[in-house]
């Protein structure tokens, strides 16, 4: 009784592992041929200066990639063209300590916060950000 019902039973796991693999391969070509497509619309936009396409576009990317350096940046980007300076902020103080876009990203969220923010105690914050992930960097201090 047992092997009536075992080859059935391994074939149908054979076909379910073979589907899921298939599947799993099939997303992730399409997700990095759509991040690229993205990244590249972001980067048309940007020389054309269309900031309303640059925004949905770094928005897009964020929906499949949410630690997307570039997409934070492009957003940011966007935001800061369209004079929403609270939107800036928030996108350049989104990316990962160890982008390597990090530092200057906060250089500038720095900038944004002393100047059009007038935000000083967030300015602290930023430099002590900036100090723990490069403790040479002199503006900070």
């Given at each position: ?9 391994l ?7 073979a ?8 997303y992730?070509s ?15 936009a ?27 940046i ?9 004079g ?27 900038n ?25 960097e002199?503006?900070?201090?």
């Amino acid at each position: 009784m047992l092997r009536k019902w075992l080859c059935p039973a391994l074939a149908a796991v054979f076909v379910i592992v073979a589907v899921t693999a298939i599947s799993r391969n099939t997303y992730t070509s399409w997700r990095s041929s759509q991040l690229s497509q993205l990244h590249a619309t972001c980067k048309i936009a940007l020389k054309s200066e269309d900031w309303t396409i640059l925004e949905q576009s770094a928005r897009e990317w964020l929906e499949l990639d949410s630690h997307s350096g570039f997409a934070w940046i492009y957003l940011g980007e966007a935001a800061q063209r369209r004079g929403d300076f609270d939107l800036t902020a928030s996108c350049l103080a989104k990316l990962d300590d160890d982008d390597p876009k990090c530092v200057p990203a906060l250089l500038e969220l720095l900038n944004l916060q002393l100047a059009k923010l007038n935000q000083p105690l967030a300015a602290m914050e930023t430099c002590r950000r900036i100090l723990r992930i490069q403790p040479g960097e002199c503006t900070a201090h």
